[in-house]
T-cell receptor
Framework: GEDVEQSLFLSVREGDSSVINCTYT??????LYWYKQEPGAGLQLLTY?????DMKQDQRLTVLLNKKDKHLSLRIADTQTGDSAIYFC???????????FGSGTRLQVQP | DSGVTQTPKHLITATGQRVTLRCSPR?????VYWYQQSLDQGLQFLIQ???????AKGNILERFSAQQFPDLHSELNLSSLELGDSALYFC???????????FGSGTRLTVV
C-alpha cells in the first residue's frame, strides 16, 4: 500500500487504550476502513468511516478522521489480549475501484 | 465464517507448475476481488470481477488470470509458478463500496 502508511508495531498493556495511526495520500478517498487480521485468518472488517465524518464510535472502537492532514486513527478502549492482531487501514475512492491497504500495524497486548 | 469460501486452504507445488484457486463469494455479492499478501509486498490488489465481467486490474502478472462464472464463483489461475509467487491469496466480495469487503480465509500457496 504505497499510498497508505502505518507504523509497524504497537505494544500496550491489557486494560490500556491503544491508538493505531494511518496516513493516506488521496484526498478523493470516499471511505476509510479498519480491518483486523488474526494469525492464520482472513481480514475482518472492524469499522469504516465516510469521508464527510470526523468521528465514529462503535463500542470500544473510536475512529477519528482528520481530512486536512489525511490522518486516520483507530482507538481501542480497554484493550484485551484478544485484541492482539494486525490492524490494516484501507482507503477507497471510485477512481481506483478497489481498496488500497496499508502495510498493517501489529498490536501486541501484554497481560 | 465470513460467508466467503476459498479452496484449497493450503497448496504446495513446484516451480513451473500451474494452479487454480477457487472462491465463492458471500450470498448476494456480485463483486469479487483477489488480493495477494506477502511479507515484503503487503496486501496487493490483483483483479476485480463484477457479475462475470472484469472491472479493474491491479498489480496482476501476465502469468496470472482470473474469471468469474455465471454462478458468481471465481477462479484465479497462476501459471509458470516461481518461488516468489509463494504468498497468501485472498478473495473478497462486496455488494457495494460503502460496506467494505468481506474476506475469505485465504489460500496459502507455497512454491518449492
Amino acid at each position: 500500500g504505497e499510498d497508505v502508511e502505518q507504523s509497524l508495531f504497537l505494544s500496550v498493556r491489557e486494560g490500556d487504550s491503544s491508538v493505531i495511526n494511518c496516513t493516506y495520500t488521496d484526498s478523493s478517498s470516499t471511505y476509510l476502513y479498519w480491518y483486523k487480521q488474526e494469525p492464520g485468518a482472513g481480514l475482518q472488517l472492524l469499522t469504516y468511516i465516510f469521508s464527510n465524518m470526523d468521528m465514529k464510535q462503535d463500542q470500544r472502537l473510536t475512529v477519528l478522521l482528520n481530512k486536512k492532514d489525511k490522518h486516520l486513527s483507530l482507538r481501542i478502549a480497554d484493550t484485551q489480549t484478544g485484541d492482539s492482531a494486525i490492524y490494516f487501514c484501507a482507503e477507497f475512492y471510485t477512481g481506483r475501484r478497489a481498496l488500497t491497504f496499508g502495510s498493517g500495524t501489529r498490536l501486541q497486548v501484554q497481560p | 465464517d465470513s460467508g466467503v469460501t476459498q479452496t484449497p486452504k493450503h497448496l504446495i507445488t513446484a516451480t513451473g507448475q500451474r494452479v487454480t484457486l477457487r472462491c465463492s463469494p458471500r450470498s448476494g455479492d456480485l463483486s469479487v476481488y483477489w488480493y495477494q499478501q506477502s511479507l515484503d509486498q503487503g496486501l496487493q490488489f490483483l483483479i476485480q470481477y463484477y457479475n462475470g465481467e472484469e472491472r479493474a486490474k491491479g498489480n496482476i502478472l501476465e502469468r496470472f488470470s482470473a474469471q468469474q462464472f455465471p454462478d458468481l464463483h471465481s477462479e484465479l489461475n497462476l501459471s509458470s509458478l516461481e518461488l516468489g509467487d509463494s504468498a497468501l491469496y485472498f478473495c473478497a466480495s462486496s455488494s457495494g463500496a460503502g460496506e467494505g469487503y468481506t474476506f475469505g480465509s485465504g489460500t496459502r500457496l507455497t512454491v518449492v
